[in-house]
């Protein structure tokens, strides 16, 4: 009798967390689709190529974002030549050169750390930094240096996580070749760490366009339209900060909205990307 009274009692605490788990499913489900809708719905009639391919005009009144466009994209190219380097490099040392676990484990800890700060301090430290220390001033490369810092945790972590899962019988097995040391890690570990690099590279994608408190102290919020090498050597608005100067500033809450579900579309594309990429390298490792 008493096996009984237990046995039911499990079993309704069972349900209970089940129905409270669904009822968790749905509300996150619901808010992130209520999310996208509002501002898909708010935004994409407000999106014209009139907006889309002219710069902002004072005298005659006209609203235009491509140089906002094309300092997004300036500043993602210059952050990813940088940042993809470096974080392949460190997460390499650490997981096939490094000896001492200590040293690794320091490293991993500021890794960690520095990907916690919030992005205020960024900004405020990248324009001390670079901004004035460097005399850089206010311009595209300083932001995309700040970002450097910021983004530079994600694709160390995601490729060294990525480096542990290649199997240490591919390394013995080229070491018995007479391989090097560097031959080994060019020739087998790094193409059976794609996936954690490429992962790592959409992930900083995404970061860097939802990226405005850093930009905000560096790379300033003007309109100008620049080629690439000229536009990082100045001041420039990348879509988050115009979507804030606009919205906050201005009041255009239309063009803030078609920002907005650009950079939405934006996000789920890279999302969509990161998703597909995982799941091609895993199909691709498993045959």
């Known amino acids: 009798m008493e096996h009984k009274t237990i046995s039911g009692r499990r ?7 089940r129905v409270l788990m669904l009822f968790s499913v749905a509300v996150t489900c619901a808010l ?19 907006l889309l ?33 470096l974080g ?28 916690g700060i919030p992005s205020i301090i960024y900004g405020l430290v990248g324009m001390l930094f670079f901004c004035q220390f460097l005399n850089m001033k206010t311009s595209l490369l300083a932001g995309s240096l700040t970002l450097v810092i910021m983004n530079l945790p994600t694709v160390m972590r995601t490729t060294q996580e990525s480096l542990k899962t290649v199997p240490q019988s591919y390394r013995e097995g080229a070491f018995g070749l ?6 080994v890690v060019r020739t087998v570990v790094l193409p059976g760490c794609v996936d954690g690099v490429v992962t790592g590279c959409i992930l900083s994608v995404g970061r860097i366009l939802g990226e405005t408190a850093a930009l905000l102290y560096t790379a300033g919020f003007a309109h100008a339209l620049y080629g690439f090498f000229d536009g990082l ?18 009041g255009e809450f239309e063009v803030a909205f078609a920002i907005a579900s650009i950079l939405m579309v934006l996000a789920l594309l890279i999302n969509l990307a990161a998703s597909l990429t995982g799941k091609y390298f895993k199909k691709r490792r498993s045959l």
């Open 88 to 115: 392949v490099g460190a997460a390499i040392y650490l997981s096939e050169y490094a000896g001492s676990k200590r040293l690794v484990a320091v490293i991993e800890y500021a890794a960690e750390t520095l990907s």
């Open 32 to 50: 992130a689709l209520f999310l996208i809708g509002y501002v898909l719905y708010k935004g994409v009639p407000n999106l014209s190529w009139e």
């Open 233 to 250: 050597q100045n001041a420039g608005a990348t879509l988050t900060v115009a979507l804030y100067v606009y919205a906050k500033e201005q």
């Open 53 to 85: 391919s002219t710069k902002p005009s004072y005298l005659s009144g006209t609203i235009g974002i491509l140089p906002d466009i094309l300092n997004t994209i300036y500043v993602v190219i210059a952050t990813l030549i940088i940042v993809l380097p």
């Open 11 to 17: 079993k309704a605490y069972g349900g209970v967390m």
């Open 178 to 183: 007479g391989a090097g040391k560097w031959r």
